[in-house]
T-cell receptor, first 116, second 117 residues
Framework: AQSVTQLDSHVSVSEGTPVLLRCNYSSSYSPSLFWYVQHPNKGLQLLLKYTSAATLVKGINGFEAEFKKSETSFHLTKPSAHMSDAAEYFCVVSGRISGGYQKVTFGTGTKLQVIP | KAGVTQTPRYLIKTRGQQVTLSCSPISGHRSVSWYQQTPGQGLQFLFEYFSETQRNKGNFPGRFSGRQFSNSRSEMNVSTLELGDSALYLC????????????????FGPGTRLTVL
């Protein structure tokens, strides 16, 4: 079975402080993991992805995530929040299922609020 | 390379009508997935098409259907619209199924905002 859990539906940080968005996953196979960001009334944009290479993944806009297999986690972090980071963030797991197809499962999303 | 395009961007329909949404994937992408996004239910998977065949289906009623053409463009149809079908419908494309190159990475279009009155 494959699932992804975003532990916080809302996170609020002050501008200039660190951001931590938590994600735990479950997958029968070695999964690929992604973080997407969605700004209001926009489509989803890929922030970063883990595909079995380096466990610390750097993405766009200063975000990074660390794949921890022992903890089945893929938390998203940023050292210093910017007002433009206010958006909804989705953690996604993708794993191979029968027939060679990829099954993609989205988390429920975390809304990040950045306080000036 | 052009991104995923969706038309129309906004649509207003009344209950009982039907609607067709269109998605053009990134050139070379053969897989197209559709998602429904609402404030209450979040992002929910509708179906995925690859090489004109539906490969995967979410838990939606039969009023929701789709198809994919030989050029990988996809359409989604919703018949007998209900108020609860008001949502942002997102289309995503990806490379060939299951391959190392794609590893499930999807590229999203801007969505079609459907309002049912």
């Amino acid at each position: 079975a494959q699932s992804v859990t975003q532990l916080d539906s809302h996170v609020s940080v002050s501008e200039g402080t660190p951001v931590l968005l938590r994600c735990n996953y479950s997958s029968s196979y070695s999964p690929s993991l992604f973080w997407y960001v969605q700004h209001p009334n926009k489509g989803l944009q890929l922030l970063l992805k883990y595909t079995s290479a380096a466990t610390l993944v750097k993405g766009i806009n200063g975000f990074e995530a660390e794949f921890k297999k022992s903890e089945t986690s893929f938390h998203l972090t940023k050292p210093s929040a910017h007002m433009s980071d206010a958006a909804e963030y989705f953690c996604v797991v993708s794993g191979r299922i029968s027939g060679g197809y990829q099954k993609v499962t989205f988390g429920t999303g975390t809304k990040l609020q950045v306080i000036p | 390379k052009a991104g995923v395009t969706q038309t129309p961007r906004y649509l207003i329909k009344t209950r009982g009508q039907q609607v067709t949404l269109s998605c053009s994937p990134i050139s070379g992408h053969r897989s197209v997935s559709w998602y429904q996004q609402t404030p209450g239910q979040g992002l929910q998977f509708l179906f995925e098409y690859f090489s004109e065949t539906q490969r995967n289906k979410g838990n939606f009623p039969g009023r929701f259907s789709g198809r994919q053409f030989s050029n990988s463009r996809s359409e989604m149809n919703v018949s007998t619209l209900e108020l609860g079908d008001s949502a942002l419908y997102l289309c995503a494309s990806s490379l060939a199924r299951g391959g190392e190159a794609s590893k499930g990475e999807q590229f999203f279009g801007p969505g079609t905002r459907l309002t049912v009155l």
